[in-house]
């Protein structure tokens, strides 16, 4: 079994924790160098390029640290910032697997602070006071010095130094891409690479050049950015910015010239893409023929199975709802919800209010751009918590398929009766409830973030979307998940009583076996799909590109959020599942063989909705019991699967099951010959990492 690499990693400490007001500041977080706002013109510029290709997920220095990342990293990103503050984080254990990674096949990108780093020496702002940073640099993969500012008038947390640097390009370097001869690129504060071209018989290569006199002495050949062959692998390290966009700065942010250099960077964003494009390729991504766009928020559509269950539930909102200018509103801890009226349904003006930021035109006038009801044309970072949640309720009919064309009501609840009725009548509640959006920040953090509405949504009730542009996985994994994949959420209330013989923690077991069950069930011909668990709470499908090989890819995930109220722990049991979109990995349609028809997302949702609800109602009745252990060992990777325990000092062990108490991993000790010794550990899904494929199992700290 293999993991393919599909992650590109950026590096961002604990930003996904920050709250980030409408302006973009360059604000330097402590401790682990980068910048709020390099790290969101990484994210926003990779995904564009590299989706759907690529998850692009920002990653703490605990993940780089703790977590087994190297083996489905396809790219490791380190921003602007403070080159000081990764290695405060990362010196030591955390660059050691950094430079194995490399050397091993990994490719690493450097933004400025990031090639300092990357660098064998930085040499930052000598002889000027405070700003001064001198030393050397265990990385290395630049095997001489980076030394800035290449141009002086560099403050921290100020763009008074920004410059639209000329970049020329040495076409020749690259092998495929439409390359400019030279373009503008966003400048602060970094540095070039000295004496660049003495070091080719170290597989360095020049990929671009200051076309300007820089302020500081660079030696033979200096370069503004390098490719570094490392091992089996490569890094590519710039001083300059090339993935900050124009269309993401403000202007007005500081100085009189800064408008020019925005102004400039959008006559060159062109050039600028083109160039990033190479530079991806070089490190051997494979770039998206179109360049994907910023998605915006959609209306979300309120509906249910019987239509007067809507009224029933909008009533029971009373005590949350405000009125405001004859409008009504849900004021929750994380969003904004607006009910909409039929008379509001196609007015602008809260949704222009919230724009965090206006569009520059290539003349430096502000504006905002021409926006339909749904959706805001303004191609950019997007600060998705301030822009008003709108829920259409349906309280006569369900939405037709002009308002919801990516999914088809209809066809979802004529599939769960059909499923209701097949089923032993256990299947009444999950789905019944619906909450539809075309594209949504997370159907997560709509149900989990927001406890005054979750606190009055009925169980079953469930959220799903065509996209997502900021799902959620495990820790502060973020990503955008395209168009294809079957993403929803459902709300549980399981009583807290039920702990001593049905604990909360096998609810991701139960969601597991019911995404299986129900991919196996959805009709006739079905049940040799070949999907796997893969524990604690992954889905993987044998990899249809290699026929004849037993080698797996993750197709789905499952995320639990609890909160705990009135004796009951609520629940919001999070699924992702790649169903028609065939990247980054494979999809269900890929694996079914002619003759099948395809899956749909409304008949497949109303299927493992079914499937889930009549597994945890005999769950909450006897546990997790031989029937349901047995159900879930049929269908997972790992039975008597031999690993390795790091924290036991490398002891081989053998996976045997989960405890049927508490769901804990069950780890048996092997001695010589691998003769069991007898000891067994039991291993916690929240406390440990594992790389399965690598045989790979060890304690976090």
């Known amino acids: 079994m293999v993991t393919r690499r599909m992650n590109v990693l950026v590096y961002s400490g604990m930003w996904p924790q920050l709250q980030v007001g409408k302006k973009l500041l360059l604000t330097l977080k402590t401790g682990n160098g980068s ?39 396809a790219l490791l990103v380190f921003p602007g910032g403070a080159d000081l503050g990764y290695c405060r984080s990362l010196n030591g254990e955390g660059n050691r697997r950094i430079e194995q990674y490399v ?89 070039l690479f000295v004496d660049a071209g003495k070091f080719a018989d170290k597989g360095v290569e020049i990929l671009a050049t200051y076309a300007d006199q820089t302020d500081v002495e660079g030696g033979d050949r200096p370069a503004a950015v390098v490719y570094c062959k490392v091992g089996e692998g490569g890094a590519l390290l710039t001083g300059p910015h090339p993935e900050f966009a124009a269309v993401n700065l403000d202007p007005n942010s500081d100085g009189p010239g800064y408008p020019k250099v925005v102004k400039a960077m959008a006559e060159d964003d062109e050039s600028r893409v083109n160039f990033l494009k190479g530079c991806l390729a070089k490190l051997g991504l494979v770039i998206s023929q179109e360049t994907s766009s910023v998605p915006s928020l959609s209306r979300l559509h309120l509906s249910s199975q019987h239509h007067f269950s809507i009224s029933e539930l909008l009533a029971s909102w009373e005590s949350i709802i405000s009125k405001e200018d004859g409008e009504e509103y849900i004021r929750a801890e994380h969003d904004t919800f607006h009910l909409e009226k039929q008379s509001s349904r196609w007015s602008l003006g809260s949704l222009v209010k919230s724009l965090p930021l206006p569009r520059v035109s290539r003349e430096g006038e502000e504006h905002v751009a021409d926006q339909t009801a749904d959706a805001v044309s303004v191609d950019r970072i997007v600060d998705y918590s301030t822009i008003p949640k709108r829920i259409i309720p349906h309280e006569t009919e369900w939405p037709g398929t002009k308002e919801t064309p990516y999914f088809n009501h209809h066809s979802f609840y004529a599939n769960l009766q059909r499923y209701q009725r097949e089923g032993t009548g256990e299947a009444e509640e999950f789905g019944n409830t619906l909450l539809y959006g075309e594209v949504v920040t997370s159907t997560n953090t709509l149900l989990d973030k927001n406890a005054k509405l979750l606190a009055h949504l009925p169980t079953g009730f469930t959220c799903t979307a065509t996209t997502q542009v900021a799902g959620r996985g495990r820790g502060s994994n973020v990503w955008v998940s395209p168009a294809g994949s079957l993403v929803f959420s459902v709300c549980m209330k399981h009583p807290m009583a039920l702990n001593p013989t049905a ?199």
């Open 35 to 73: 910048t709020i706002e390099s790290v969101r013109h990484c994210l926003y510029t990779l995904r564009r390029l590299l989706a759907p290709n690529y998850a692009v997920i920002p990653v703490t220095d605990t993940v780089i640290l703790k977590e087994p990342w190297t083996s489905s990293c």
């Open 103 to 191: 050397r091993r096949g990994g490719a690493y990108l450097g933004f400025c602070a990031g090639a300092y780093y990357a660098s064998s020496r930085c040499e930052f702002e000598v002889g000027n006071g405070k700003l001064e940073v001198v030393g050397p640099r265990e990385l290395s993969f630049f095997p001489g010095t980076c030394r800035g500012c290449a141009f002086k008038g560099f403050i921290y947390h100020s763009e008074a130094g920004a410059k639209a640097v000329e970049l020329k390009v040495i076409k020749e370097a690259f092998k495929t891409g439409i390359l400019p001869q030279n373009f503008r690129s966003y400048y602060n504060g970094g540095g």
């Open 503 to 701: 604990p909360v923690v096998f609810i991701q077991y139960l969601a597991a076996i019911a995404i299986v069950e129900g991919i196996k069930s959805y009709d006739k011909g079905y049940k040799n799909v070949p999907v796997k668990l893969k524990w604690p709470n992954d889905i993987y499908a044998r990899d249809p590109s290699k026929p004849g090989k037993k080698e797996y890819v993750k197709i789905g995930g499952i995320l639990v959020n609890s909160s705990y109220s009135a004796g009951n722990y609520d629940l919001v049991v999070g699924i992702g599942l790649n169903t028609t979109n065939a990247a980054p990995t494979t999809s269900l349609n890929a694996l079914l063989p002619a003759g099948l028809t395809p899956f749909t997302l409304e008949k497949l949702l109303a299927r493992i909705l079914t499937k889930f609800e009549t597994i945890y109602k005999s769950f909450c009745r006897t546990g997790f019991d031989r029937k349901l252990e047995q159900t879930y060992y049929d269908n997972w990777l790992h039975t008597d699967q031999i690993v390795t325990l790091e924290a036991q000092g490398g002891a081989r062990a053998r996976i045997k099951g989960i405890t049927r108490t508490w769901g804990m991993l069950l780890a048996e000790e092997l001695g010589w010959e691998d003769r069991p010794t007898g000891k067994v550990w039991e291993l916690q899904s929240d406390s440990n990492s594992f790389d399965f494929f690598k045989g790979l199992l060890k304690k976090k700290a």
